[in-house]
């Protein structure tokens, strides 16, 4: 196993100019691919910034027309408001001007119904105590109810 430099399994680093020019060129193309890589990525970062400006214009143009919506129906309950003010005086100025008898004849209607329901109710129930206070509870709104009447 001895070769002719008397060298035994010895490995000799041989450097080829044709190798050192490869290795040169290799470096070269991977830099240039680095700034290529680098150029592409930075397009793409301005594209994506430019999407972005866009999107915020288009949500803030979205948001003023909301917001420009909003103040329109708020200036709108104003109006409101002051219409059901105006209703509110004008039932009040009705309240007043309704003469008494008018006042006396909603009362015994609205006796009579309580009335009809107490006797619907007095009949339903099963209960004798119930019954007979019920039937109290009709004779108090009769004398109510004649009580209106005079």
């Known amino acids: ?3 002719d430099d008397n060298n035994v399994h010895k490995f000799k680093t041989i450097h080829d100019s044709k ?7 290799t470096r070269s193309a991977e830099s240039a691919a680095v700034a290529a890589t ?20 288009i949500f803030f143009f979205g948001m ?12 709108g309950l104003g109006s409101l408001r002051q ?17 008494s008898q008018m006042k006396k ?4 209607d609205i006796v009579n119904e309580m009335a009809m329901k107490a006797a619907h109710l007095g009949n339903t129930l099963e209960d004798e105590q119930l019954r007979d206070k019920m039937q109290q509870v009709l004779q108090t ?3 109510v ?6």
């Open 141 to 143: 709104l009769k004398e």
């Open 83 to 99: 219409e059901m003010a105006g209703i509110d005086q004008r039932l009040v100025q009705m309240e007043q001007g309704m003469p």
């Open 38 to 57: 680098s150029r592409d990525m930075s397009k793409v970062a301005v594209i994506v910034s430019l999407l972005v400006v866009v999107l915020l214009v």
């Open 64 to 75: 003023n027309r909301n917001i420009a919506g909003l103040t329109e129906e708020v200036k």
């Open 145 to 150: 109810r004649q009580g209106l009447e005079q």
């Open 1 to 3: 196993m001895i070769s």
């Open 105 to 108: 004849m909603i009362a015994q």
């Open 19 to 25: 190798n050192a020019d490869d290795s040169i060129g």
